[in-house]
């Protein structure tokens, strides 16, 4: 029975300003700008199943509606957090029945579909390959980790990027003049709120609902950059401490240590943290590059970088962001040298694909008698008294295997001295007494 009294919600301003027409969506030229892959399919008028990968806030939802209306489609809509196989079933019951009753195809769009694991992306399938339905999922992170091999095989994936600070502004000025009730925004209100929207438009103007809202309450009339401080909490940049965005930060934060940028490695650290990535994590991270990128050539960055990490685990946020900045800097100017981070990965590969080889019986171990006797430990030369501290011409490597020289220290930092001492014992090599280590 109908409840009389029933009302529908007032539906968010995010969702009233939700585009009717393809061109009136705001961002996303580099798909439906004249010539591009999704204008050409809606002007084509044939569906295609496509994942729409993008942040959040960019129009994914929207374009999904859009193409349902444009090709005369039913629509349905799942979201992969809440539904399961049984949903999945019974959407496609109703795309089967709409079919039947009215010849209408059906958009069913997935969001979150990395939410899905294999069994619920594979109940799709065999609905996508009959053409029952066209497939649209939405995903924040990458398709090609989240998204089953057959499943993506199956759909185009379209990139959408977040919305340009141009794009806000016009979607603002629209908004405000459409739904804004007399009240306006100053330039610098409209710059603030822009800029806090950081890409996302429906953050935009869900912020724009609340400062209006706010507004009227006090009986203003106009909005100004004092009052969007007051009535906005502080707006994190956008970040996911789990997906795509911290990966890619992470890498760009690597890259620019490695190149040696101090500046740019600060900005990406900094980046992260105002994000809310957990500065444990990065901290490990740091002391991961110490280790692969700059090593020998400058150990102290390896000790103050486990310092800064131990600092961070102390004092915590944000007193202990400035030593994981600190680290981030040395690290940047520090010598770099990824010599032993390729020798252990060339030794690593050797291992890995060769046959398990004796030691020699000069480096066994000798703890009884009768190891001895069966020469465990003979002919070995302890270095400490031999002249300069090295047993010149003694080998360490199995005896039918030949010196692979994997380790090559470069020329910057500690390592130009790590060469010349290799050079100089590999002299004394050269000039050992054939007859003294013949045995070795």
Request: proline share 5%; aromatic share 8%; net charge negative.
């Amino acid at each position: 029975m109908t409840d009389l009294f029933a009302r529908d919600p007032k539906a968010p301003l995010a969702e009233r300003m939700r585009p009717a027409h393809i061109d009136e969506v705001v961002g996303q030229r580099h798909l439906l700008g004249v010539g591009k892959p999704l204008r050409l399919a809606f002007e084509a008028g044939q569906p295609h199943s496509m994942i729409l990968w993008g942040p959040p806030g960019v129009g994914k939802t929207t374009l999904a509606r859009l193409m349902a209306n444009a090709f005369d489609c039913a629509f349905i809509s799942i979201s992969a957090v809440f539904a399961g196989v049984k949903d999945i079933r019974a959407a496609m019951e109703t795309a089967q029945q709409t079919l039947n009753q009215t010849g209408q195809q059906t958009v069913l769009f997935v969001d979150e579909i990395h939410r899905f694991n294999k069994s619920q992306q594979d109940a799709l399938l065999p609905f996508v390959e009959s053409g029952l339905v066209v497939f649209v999922g939405a995903t924040t992170e990458n398709p090609s980790f989240e998204v089953n091999r057959a499943l993506l095989s199956r759909a185009q994936v379209h990139v959408l990027k977040a919305i340009d600070e141009q794009d806000l502004d016009a979607l603002l000025s629209r908004t405000v003049t459409a739904e804004g009730q007399g009240v306006t925004l100053t330039p610098e209100a409209t710059k603030q709120l822009v800029f806090t929207a950081d890409g996302d438009a429906r953050r935009l103007l869900n912020q724009l609902e609340i400062l209006c809202q706010a507004a009227q309450a006090q009986s203003l009339n106009e909005i100004d950059e004092v009052f969007v401080t007051t009535a906005l909490s502080q707006t994190r940049k956008g970040f996911d401490k789990g997906g795509d965005f911290l990966y890619d930060q992470i890498s760009a934060l690597h890259k620019s240590v490695r190149g040696s940028d101090p500046d740019a490695s600060l900005y990406w650290l900094v980046r992260m943290l105002d994000g809310g990535a957990d500065g444990r994590y990065l901290a490990r991270r740091l002391i991961r590059m110490a280790w692969e990128d700059i090593g020998l050539a400058d150990p102290r960055a390896i000790a103050l970088v486990h310092d800064a990490a131990d600092a961070y685990e102390r004092l915590g946020s944000p007193e202990g962001d400035l030593a994981l900045a600190q680290a981030t800097i040395y690290l940047a100017v520090a010598p770099k040298s990824n010599a032993g981070y390729q020798a252990y990965n060339q030794a690593r590969a050797f291992v890995s694909q060769d046959r398990s080889r004796d030691v020699p019986a000069h480096l066994r171990n000798a703890p009884t008698r009768l190891m001895k006797e069966m020469g465990h430990g003979q002919a070995y030369r302890y270095a400490h008294n031999e002249p300069n501290g090295y047993a010149a011409g003694q080998r360490y490597l199995p005896d039918d295997m030949a010196a692979p020289g994997w380790y090559t220290p470069t020329d910057r930092g500690l390592e130009t001295k790590i060469a010349q001492k290799l050079a100089q014992l590999r002299q004394w090599d050269g000039e050992a007494d054939p007859k003294k280590t013949k045995d070795d």
